[in-house]
């Protein structure tokens, strides 16, 4: 089956490191994604990872995977105001070829506070 | 380079109308992606257009239709509209390889009155 879970909030302070946690179930999922949405707008790629990698880091954005436990997390270093947005998870579920769907968790609304 | 483009931006209809919502995928991108976004949730797959052909649909009713045209432009029509239809719809275009990012647009904000 397919489904994408999330916590829905997170808080932390500015300049704190924040972890968005992320669990799938579809062992089949060859690419995993993070995206950002703000306020009134679409989704922003921010960065993903193949299923056959456990670490990819990309500036201040580190992602861990965990195949076996089929958990996925995003760390934001050094959270800044500009960071407060939703954060979604996503799997890519392929049916072959080029066909192929995500599948997105509700999305975890991440605060920061000054 | 232009993003993908979504049109119009916002939209206010009554149920029972229909409407038709249009995409231009990223320059180069072949493959674009129709998603629905309501309130609070996460977005929903409804279809996956690849080289102008169908290549995967979502649980939606068949009032929802799309189509791909030449250019790689995409249309989502919805006929029938419902209160339950209003949502955001996202527009994603990828590239050719399997798998690619999809990278979406800003979305139709779809009322239903």
């Known amino acids: 089956g397919e489904d994408v879970e999330q916590s829905l909030f997170l808080s932390v302070r500015e300049g704190d490191s924040s972890v968005i946690n992320c669990t799938y179930t579809d062992s089949s999922s060859t690419y995993l994604y993070w995206y950002k949405q703000e306020p009134g707008a679409g989704l922003q790629l921010l960065t993903y990872i193949f299923s056959n990698m456990d670490m990819k880091q990309d500036q201040r954005l580190t992602v861990l995977l965990n195949k076996k436990d089929k958990h996925l997390s995003l760390r934001i270093a050094d959270t800044q105001t500009g960071d407060s947005a939703i954060y979604f998870c996503a799997e890519s579920i392929s049916s072959g070829g080029s066909n192929y769907k995500l599948t997105f968790g509700k999305g975890t609304l991440l605060t920061v506070n000054p | 380079d232009a993003g993908v483009t979504q049109s119009p931006t916002h939209l206010i209809k009554t149920r029972g109308q229909h409407v038709t919502l249009r995409c231009s995928p990223i320059s180069g991108h072949k493959s674009v992606s129709w998603y629905q976004q309501v309130l609070g949730q996460g977005p929903q797959f409804i279809f996956q257009y690849y080289e102008k052909e169908e290549r995967g649909r979502g649980n939606f009713p068949d009032r929802f239709s799309a189509r791909q045209f030449p250019n790689y432009s995409s249309e989502l029509n919805v006929n029938a509209l419902l209160l339950g239809d209003s949502a955001l719809y996202l527009c994603?275009?990828?590239?050719?390889?399997?798998?690619?990012?999809?990278?979406f647009g800003n979305g139709t904000r779809l009322t239903v009155t």
């Open positions: 994603a275009s990828s590239g050719r390889a399997r798998d690619s990012p999809l990278h």
